[in-house]
């Protein structure tokens, strides 16, 4: 005899067709890949000059000194720079065109313009240059730029895969374990220095079982030959306690001689009209007075004009940058060291005219 479970079968038919029915869970999305993190050596590498569209060849260009970078990280597009030159050779008014455009590691474009020279006697306007962004890996890079950067390391120390390129094959990566009994070093006083460029000179040698440094050489430099032969001369002269390497590197370097500001205008022809402001006031809070780094580092001198009107309660405000040289980083930089002061009145003042004199070892406004 056959027993029937009334609605049995319909409720068997509805489980079944809950086990087979799509799950409406979400499935999380994969996790973003992670970011290169690979470090690469960024630099800006200047084209051609032209003036008045006219090419004008240089007498020495510097390049922009190199930075580090991320692999995934986008260095900008080219940039370009507008300046004039001087009757000594020597470049003014320098002002980036499309400040909005990204380039990165870009800090010492400016000032490497500033330290490049053209020929004498032949003043030209309305010039140009373009700088292009290169960026490298450190295992591409060429050894050179790898070495002038370990000198010049701007942005943070080279990483290990740049010191393994330039050590290569060598035996010499530690000089320490072998004690250094004399350490010689150039006359640094008898060698002209370079305004605004840093000279240096990586020396290559091996070192003998007793000691002594031999088949010394020039392995890369800015090319100062006075540089070069001292560097040698002082490798040449260094001594250590063991021996027995290969491949050794050492460098040394000449500090830049101070690039001096151009000549400073009165400042009387920048005075608004219906200035209100003394020519000299007094401040409640100094303005704090710091040089703009990138020029520091070249030692290239500069100056700024700077307007502005004081408020009754001695607040800094509309300042407007209305000339600098030679470039318009001193311009900005001018306008952060007012804008920092509080001036002692209690009446306000319109109109108000300051210079700002950037020297090295000196930063000063203008003093009564």
């Known amino acids: 005899m056959a027993v029937m479970i009334p609605g049995h079968d319909g409720m068997i038919k509805a489980l079944l067709l809950a086990l087979v029915a799509p799950s409406t869970i979400t499935v999380p999305p994969a996790p973003p890949a992670p970011p290169n993190t690979e470090r690469t050596l960024l630099a800006w590498v200047p084209g051609e000059v032209r003036c008045a569209g006219t090419v004008v060849r240089p007498r020495s260009l510097e390049r922009p000194l190199a930075t580090l970078s991320w692999a995934s990280q986008v260095a900008g597009n080219t940039v370009t720079y507008t300046f004039a030159i001087?009757?000594?050779?020597?470049?003014?008014?320098?002002?980036?065109?499309?400040?909005?455009?990204?380039?990165?590691?870009?800090?010492?474009?400016?000032?490497?313009?500033?330290?490049?020279?053209?020929?004498?006697?032949?003043?030209?306007?309305?010039?140009?240059?373009?700088?292009?962004?290169?960026?490298?890996?450190?295992?591409?890079?060429?050894?050179?730029?790898?070495?002038?950067?370990?000198?010049?390391?701007?942005?943070?120390?080279?990483?290990?895969?740049?010191?393994?390129?330039?050590?290569?094959?060598?035996?010499?990566?530690?000089?320490?374990?072998?004690?250094?009994?004399?350490?010689?070093?150039?006359?640094?006083?008898?060698?002209?220095?370079?305004?605004?460029?840093?000279?240096?000179?990586?020396?290559?040698?091996?070192?003998?079982?007793?000691?002594?440094?031999?088949?010394?050489?020039?392995?890369?430099?800015?090319?100062?030959?006075?540089?070069?032969?001292a560097s040698r001369d002082a490798v040449a002269r260094t001594r250590y306690y063991k021996g027995g390497r290969q491949g050794c590197r050492f460098p040394y370097w000449l500090s830049p001689a101070p690039l001096p500001a151009p000549a400073l205008p009165d400042e009387q022809q920048f005075r608004p009209a219906g200035a209100t402001c003394p020519a000299r006031h007094d401040w409640a809070v100094q303005p704090a007075l710091r040089f703009p780094e990138p020029y520091r580092r070249r030692a290239i001198e500069g100056w700024a004009v700077v307007t502005y009107d004081v408020a009754p309660w001695g607040e800094v405000s509309n300042i407007q940058v209305v000339a600098s040289e030679p470039s318009e980083d001193f311009g900005a930089q001018a306008a952060i060291v007012v804008r920092g002061g509080k001036a002692a009145t209690n009446r306000g003042y319109v109109g108000c005219t300051e210079r700002v004199k950037f020297m090295m070892g000196s930063d000063q406004r203008e003093d009564p």
């Open 86 to 229: 001087d009757p000594s050779g020597r470049t003014m008014a320098i002002r980036r065109v499309s400040k909005e455009a990204r380039a990165n590691g870009s800090e010492d474009i400016a000032p490497s313009l500033a330290a490049s020279r053209f020929a004498a006697g032949q003043p030209r306007s309305d010039c140009t240059i373009n700088y292009a962004p290169e960026q490298m890996s450190l295992n591409g890079a060429p050894v050179a730029d790898l070495i002038a950067y370990s000198v010049n390391a701007i942005s943070g120390p080279l990483p290990r895969p740049g010191w393994e390129r330039i050590n290569g094959d060598s035996n010499c990566r530690d000089e320490r374990a072998l004690g250094i009994e004399t350490r010689a070093f150039p006359d640094f006083k008898a060698i002209a220095a370079t305004p605004g460029v840093r000279e240096w000179s990586m020396v290559g040698y091996d070192i003998e079982e007793n000691g002594a440094t031999t088949n010394i050489a020039t392995v890369a430099g800015s090319r100062n030959a006075a540089l070069d032969a």
